[in-house]
């Protein structure tokens, strides 16, 4: 059979693998083989607690089909011409795969029944043009976050909430190979000397990998799915993130160019509310943004887009967002968007909204409106600035003007817990107002969380404005929520 696919155009055997691991399938040889067909079963996703026995059956036949997977695998690594693999289609390399496990299959003797040998092409189509075990979770658009703690234990998150997937690795080394498969395709590395790596999957997926011996329990991958459709603000209002008034209000702060900062935990929402808000920019403005990983999906037409980029293997060539964001300066930017600020660049990001770029954007991780502040004061101090504190302090407090704070609450739900706006100093403390926030007052049955968002009833420190850039909103919206 000839294919373009294998390295040769003679019928290319696969390797027979050593006795000792061969898949111990029920079934002794073709010549011995029973006259019918024996057949092994899909494996059963879930696990029945009630029939132990029947359980461990099933356990076994998924080992079983794994074992047979790998050695295929070899077979089919060791059959294809991957150059050529690069551009062959889906349905292409599947038959392909289905010709070459036949082949394996006759081999050994073995039978599958067509829901089984399905299943083992599409995983094995994963395990040679995807990302192996983890390519159906990439592929469910219900799961946002995927984590794996080693070869037997991949997490992922639905709906807010982290739970134990049954996908596992075959082993360390299986997981290893598809960490490798991700850096190498970046022109990255990852190993003993090199053990942690971030990276951007083919689909805009965040991920990040650290491996042995620093990792102790087996290699550890989190990625944060890339969502193609971002959560507009309207989706967000519908979500219950915030309500319609507090929607107002931030299209207001944004087109009157308020510095907005964007403050909450991790996975709480803060690169989704960034790119919601953003999209009050008027299309006319040029915007800049400027991410370690690009995240951000503007709506607008004039938007110039700039990842940073770690050092390469011999430690060069790296650019970091405070290069990036030095280098917009330049760029005629109306505003500025950093993806998140931690480091170095805090500096540059609050002299930019502090000189002509208002309107800026960024985000910082911290718990509240006031730990947020804290945190930008250390990052200052560990930027190796020497400034008194006071100095310090003006210097945020003049170039923020509103820190919207996210939060993922227990229950899963990700909401805009506060709204705050930065109104000065007072002596040595930055001054700051809470105009929204969450009310939680308590829990259902089922631990859902009970609440509503509120003004607080203070006047915005910005409504003057607000009104003077014909932003005139009605003084409703900052009245408390009255309870029925
Ligand atoms: N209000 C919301 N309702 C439902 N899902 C949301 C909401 N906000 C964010 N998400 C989802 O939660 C996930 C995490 O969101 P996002 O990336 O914005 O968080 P983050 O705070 O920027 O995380 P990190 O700290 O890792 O950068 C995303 O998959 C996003 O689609
Ligand atoms: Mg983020």
Not at 163 to 180: A, G, N, Q
Not at 188 to 205: K, Q, T
Not at 273 to 287: H, K, M, P, V, Y
């Amino acid at each position: 059979m000839f294919s373009k696919y294998r390295k040769t155009d003679t019928p290319a055997k696969p390797k027979a693998a050593k006795a000792d691991n061969v898949a111990k399938l029920p079934v002794k040889s073709e010549a011995e083989a029973p006259a019918k067909p024996v057949t092994m079963r899909r494996p059963s996703i879930k696990k029945s607690a009630a029939r132990p026995q029947a359980s461990d059956k099933e356990q076994k036949r998924k080992e079983r089909l794994g074992d047979l997977k790998i050695e295929l695998h070899r077979a089919l690594l060791d059959n294809l011409n991957l150059a050529a693999l690069e551009h062959a289609s889906e349905s292409d390399l599947k038959s392909e795969i289905g010709d070459i496990g036949q082949e394996f299959l006759n081999e050994k003797g073995l039978v599958l029944n067509r829901e089984d040998r399905s299943t083992l092409i599409q995983e094995l189509y994963n395990e040679v043009k995807g990302l192996g075990p983890l390519e159906p979770l990439l592929q469910d658009e219900s799961i946002n976050d995927i984590l794996v703690n080693g070869p037997q234990q991949i997490f992922v998150e639905r709906a807010g909430k982290l739970e134990l997937s049954d996908v596992t690795f075959k082993d360390e080394k299986h997981l290893l190979r598809i960490i490798d498969k991700i850096v190498s395709a970046v022109g990255r590395r990852v190993d003993e000397s090199n053990p942690y790596v971030d990276a951007r999957l083919a689909d805009g997926s965040r991920f990040n990998a650290m491996v042995p011996p620093i990792a102790v329990d087996g290699s550890l991958v989190s990625i944060r799915k890339f969502k193609k459709e971002k959560l507009a603000v309207d989706d967000l209002v519908n979500f219950g993130a915030f309500t319609e008034e507090m929607a107002a209000y931030l299209q207001a702060a944004v087109a009157c160019r308020l510095n907005v900062i964007v403050s909450g935990g991790t996975g709480s929402g803060k690169t989704t509310t960034l790119n919601a808000l953003s999209s009050f920019i008027d299309d006319s403005e040029r915007i800049l943004t400027i991410e370690d990983t690009a995240e951000l999906q503007l709506q607008q037409t004039h938007v110039g887009r700039m990842e940073s980029r770690p050092p390469n293997v011999e430690g060069k060539g790296a650019v970091s967002q405070r290069d990036c964001l030095r280098n917009a300066l330049r760029m005629r930017p109306d505003r500025i968007i950093v993806g998140e600020t931690r480091g170095e660049e805090v500096i540059d990001m609050l002299q930019a909204m502090n000189t002509g770029h208002d309107g800026s954007m960024t985000t910082i991780h911290a718990n509240s409106a006031r730990d947020g502040v804290s945190r930008l004061e250390n990052m200052i101090a560990m930027a190796g600035i020497e400034m008194p504190l006071k100095a310090v302090r003006s210097q945020i407090s003049s170039a923020v003007n509103l820190i919207v704070q996210a939060s993922r609450l227990q229950d899963g739900s990700r909401r805009m817990v506060s709204i705050t706006e930065v109104t000065g100093m007072e002596g040595e403390v930055i001054s700051m107002q809470e105009v929204f926030r969450y009310q939680r007052v308590g829990l259902t049955p089922d631990n859902k969380i009970i609440g509503h968002f509120t003004a607080t009833g203070v006047r915005s420190h910005y409504s003057e404005r607000f009104k003077l850039w014909g932003y005139d909103l009605p003084a409703a919206i900052f009245e408390p929520f009255a309870a029925e």
